[in-house]
């Protein structure tokens, strides 16, 4: 098993910046891909991003390029969104997850593991 803690939400104004964290422990070595999802109220969950830990490739909605960034620390098996440049519509409760491969979180986005969430707010 894998355990996902996410931290780092809260409120922000528009424009603002705020960057999540991920801690994962557990059996680590078998996700080779981390990733962040999001649910916004009335609205089903959306991919936002990925990484793979063995290349180090990242994986982005188009909503979000240029503004997220995803990285993690394999040393500290923590996982990274930095949001910039916020916008009300980025409102949403954050999820960090997990999966042996990208492709189970970027295409057919079910990972095998789901942290508990972090709410983002940012006013207008």
């Known amino acids: 098993q894998v355990q996902l803690v996410e931290s780092g939400g809260g409120l922000v104004q528009a424009g603002g910046s705020l960057r999540l964290s991920c801690a994962a422990s557990g059996r680590t070595s078998r996700t080779d891909a981390m990733g962040w999802f999001r649910q916004a109220p009335g609205k089903e969950r959306e991919f936002v991003a990925a990484i793979t830990r063995s290349s180090g490739n990242t994986y982005y909605a188009d909503s979000v390029k240029g503004r997220l960034t995803i990285s993690r620390d394999n040393a500290k098996n923590t996982l990274y969104l930095q949001m910039n440049s916020l916008k009300p519509e980025d409102t949403a409760v954050y999820y960090c997850?997990?999966?042996?491969?990208?492709?189970?979180?970027?295409?057919?986005?079910?990972?095998?593991?789901w942290g508990q969430g972090t709410q983002v707010t940012v006013s207008s």
């Open positions: 997850a997990a999966a042996s491969s990208t492709h189970t979180i970027v295409v057919v986005k079910t990972p095998d593991y």
